[in-house]
């Protein structure tokens, strides 16, 4: 772009950026990467700067070390470099003549794919590190929406088992569209339901938990619950009602 | 629930519903389906009221009232008719302690779809009815995310053309976490990004178009161009950009 | 390849021919494509040819010449050519060190959609164009495996009503692994059980009737049906049983 | 079924089992599974009952007893479970009047997973347990259907390399309808291409490697060639020339 093009790019994307204005740190933000870098780009010329851990990975209780580091490393930051790749051939592919729109269509899908690797990834760490525990008001807000705590948390957790041994995501959602706070199944990172904030993200992937728990991913999930980070579970909540 | 559970959740779900506060009908507004009686409900017990068609069904410009007719009748509300089914069988089988994970999560793959394609569908109706004319405004804010305007619509139409002869759907969308305008291809109903606001939404399943143009599926892209509502595609990139 | 290798190679892929050796047409050979011309060729090389209609195209009962003709045409014809498309590009992109393993990997993706196009729609086509009247023998076959021949046929239908408005096919496949005659349910061209023979093939993708039977789904399966062509399920049958 | 029908049955069934009449041991013949009571069932209430490893769970080269022993109890043995449970529940939901036909095909698409993962693991370690060093007979036979017996090596470790991180399968298979010998990626259980005998099996499931490799999959498929059975791969090809 030109100079005068990027300029004027930034003023209109700064637009978009309704979650910082929200007064919560987006994604990369907290990480020091700087905002305007991040935005000021076509969606063909955009590149994914990867996310530090944020949190001590040696802190987290019954997940080791070794395991979200490798995490981290390979399958997330492996997956911000392949979204870089894959983007980076768009543009030539989406000139290319010769190319039939269905192998462009290989390329978008794989696009999707990472795009959603890194989105949920990033969700995920983020919402790890903490003490596991759900204040008063938060217990409230999801017994709110699903009768009880309990009933959150039963579903939440069955969804989790019953991906045990292939792959996938359980997300607790905000569905902007039907105006309801689900649980969600998800096969992949490319199976979401469309118009929804993530709110709780659980990785479901081997590689989240085979290295230290085996097979055993109902170990894994209990990991999990106790190292929630209810004040970022808070936080996207808060998201989508200070919007209101 | 009870009458005060319910008044405390009407209450507390109020503080989610920020697209109506932002001046823009959500959906289901249009149509005279009371606010409070969408959202006085828990994720299980909520029933979902199909939407009608938010315009006169023989004023669109190549898609027949038959056709336009039997996808809202027979496609979407068909769609609204199975959530409510696969949703009301959820509680009990979430109760049912001789359901394993997997099989509840078959049922909560069905919910994804059907949510997909009821949401979808919603989106896809109301931006349907116009006159395909994009303002100097919409064009600039698609220019300055996609280079050009007409980059913009190459995409949108390469990806729309490769998903000719089998199902799925092309969306531009507003990633909130990448904070990118994209195109997105998605294969079915329950593919999606995450954090992804729909803007613009092209259903490419076969029953969108067969009905009037069998296999040629170009045809019915140029037919969808020519009846894009503009002002919704502006309304919901303003209802992005106003909670900036 | 040199003469000699191609002779070498004819050699050697005769060995796989069972299917014709069985005394019943290969997929190709009622058409009058060469054998030879078919089987000299590595996996890097072969270029499919599309195979006529098995049968007359006005003749079919309860769906239209001009159905059948777009499906074969436009559904079928263009797989095929699609087909030949993606292999024709993976030998260069097997060879570029610079194309990441996934990116070779979107085009093996295409790859399989397309041969399961390919090949189910071969099978379904050559199962049309008969009386749809099972023999006694052939109801005792489905008898045999189903418990009753309506068990069967009821589940059959039953996967195909579900299909509707979606996209993917029924199957009654015999799986070699597990030496049982069942019927699948695939939900696109390459979701399949391994190591399994169709049977019998039936095609739920809207293209498939919605041209003449809008969303009724269930129309076209009683057409379906009345068309079905028993003496090529029973041949299918006898290549698996006759080889034993 | 009565005496009288379940001998007709057996000789019924008899007629399919064309795998072990070539004089090559099928699935579960090597554990001493009774051929007759494996058979002797419909398709609705058959059970499987699972295969023991064919090889000592201490012998393979790089890839520990600890993780093939959790591969084979949790990972397939689950999958023969799973299985079971799924179609233990089919005739009850198929006669369900109130079942919809889209979550009686959830039963079955789960169905179709699980016999994936059955069939497909059962394939895998019958091919594990060699030496990993292929004849020049088996290496000219890829040889000629790839062009050169590295080329189809090459491809066969890129798919792998490219499934690295997520979940799937790579398998040499032999394509009944195009007589082709290919490499196919294959995303999960149920994604398999039609009309195809499995020759060479490669599990990338993360579980197949995270407990010894972690994220370095490339380590993973070099144990995996060293412990390849090449005398397997020589029967399941010699099963489909045999029979030609």
């Given at each position: ?23 919560i740190p987006a994604i990369g933000e907290a990480a ?19 996310v530090a851990l944020p949190f ?16 981290w490393?390979?399958?997330y ?42 989105v949920l990834h990033e969700l995920y760490f983020a919402n790890l590190g903490g ?67 993530p709110i709780l993200v ?26 929630i980070k209810?004040d970022t579970v808070?936080q996207r ?8």
């Amino acid at each position: 772009m030109t100079d005068l093009s990027r300029r004027e790019f930034v003023h209109a994307t700064a637009a978009f950026s309704f979650v910082s204005a929200a007064g919560i740190p987006a994604i990369g933000e907290a990480a020091g990467i700087d905002k305007e870098t991040r935005t000021m780009t076509t969606a063909f010329d955009y590149e994914h700067a990867p996310v530090a851990l944020p949190f001590d990975p040696k802190a987290l209780k019954g997940i080791s070390e070794k395991l979200i580091q490798s995490h981290w490393e390979n399958n997330y930051v492996g997956a911000v470099k392949a979204l870089n790749v894959v983007r980076g051939r768009l543009p030539q592919a989406l000139n290319d003549a010769s190319l039939p729109p269905y192998v462009y269509n290989d390329l978008k899908r794989e696009q999707l794919i990472r795009t959603g690797s890194v989105v949920l990834h990033e969700l995920y760490f983020a919402n790890l590190g903490g003490d596991g525990k759900a204040s008063a008001d938060q217990r409230t807000r999801l017994s709110t929406s699903f009768g009880s705590y309990d009933a959150w948390e039963t579903e939440f957790r069955k969804i989790g088992a019953g991906l045990g041994g292939g792959s996938g995501w359980v997300v607790l959602g905000y569905n902007e569209k039907l105006r309801l706070l689900e649980n969600y199944w998800m096969g992949d990172h490319a199976t979401n339901p469309p118009g929804t904030m993530p709110i709780l993200v659980m990785d479901m992937y081997e590689h989240a938990y085979q290295m230290d728990y085996g097979a055993a991913a109902a170990k894994y999930i209990d990991a999990f619950f106790a190292n929630i980070k209810w004040d970022t579970v808070a936080q996207r909540l808060g998201t989508v009602s200070k919007t209101a």
